[in-house]
């Protein structure tokens, strides 16, 4: 009986095995106004957007903080606070079960840490761009990072509103497992905070809201 059922229980482990690797979901991208001028700017090509990659049910974007840990928060589809959603955009599909696709984007995580954001060079369109492509085989459409493209030839072409120092709201660090848990950071600070930062392309462009928002543990690199 021992035999049988180490046996029955090998070929049931095995069998969730290939079922998850038949997992297929969509990959999604969400883009999202930053201002209401986008309404107008977006028949020429370009705008202020946020973007986020929807995968499995969960949304995932970047954004800024001081600290060099990650930067890749996850929220629920099209409802990133702060933000305007605008539309979904499907990239295409892939077969990774959930457990695999938290690996995928923990690994991703340690190559997004929040004091490396920077509004020309490492934006979250940067990052959705990168995941994209890593996922899909796929880029996302031009127009949603143009303006930073353009900036990196001349940054006196972004509105002022971009250049000018704001205030930048910190969130409790709150650190996503795989299990669904969550838990601290004794890296980032215990209680929100306002900070003025001196550095116009290194910031949130809105303030994230610490309820709605939680931080993707990334992967130790040894």
């Known amino acids: 009986m021992g035999v049988e ?10 069998g969730q095995e290939d079922i998850n690797r038949d997992i297929e979901t969509n990959v999604v991208l969400n883009v999202y106004d930053l201002t209401p001028f986008n309404n107008y700017t977006i028949w020429f090509g370009f705008g202020i957007f946020h973007s986020a990659i929807e995968v499995h ?3 995932y974007g970047f954004g800024a903080h001081d600290f060099p840990v990650s930067g890749v928060f996850e929220v629920e589809p099209r ?3 702060d ?6 955009i499907k990239m295409g599909h892939i077969k990774m079960s959930p457990s695999e696709f938290r690996t995928f984007i923990e690994d991703a995580a340690s190559e997004y840490h929040g004091d490396t954001y920077h509004l020309i060079s490492k934006n979250c369109n940067h990052f959705t761009e990168d995941i994209s492509h890593r996922l899909t085989g796929k880029h996302i ?5 143009r303006l930073a493209r353009i900036g990196a030839f001349c940054s006196c072409l972004l509105p002022e509103s971009l250049q000018v120092t704001t ?3 910190l969130l409790e660090y709150h650190e996503c497992t795989e299990d669904g848990s969550e838990s601290f950071s004794t890296a980032t600070p215990r209680e ?4 003025y930062d001196t550095d116009p392309e290194k910031q949130l462009l809105s303030p994230l809201r610490e309820a709605d928002v939680t931080f993707v543990k990334e992967t130790s690199q040894k």
């Open 192 to 195: 929100s905070m306002e900070v």
């Open 57 to 59: 049910g969960k949304e």
């Open 141 to 145: 459409p031009g127009w949603v990072n």
């Open 167 to 169: 205030v930048k709201q």
């Open 79 to 81: 409802s990133c606070p």
């Open 83 to 88: 933000f305007v959603f605008r539309c979904s």
């Open 5 to 14: 059922d180490a046996s029955t229980s090998s070929s049931s482990s095995c």
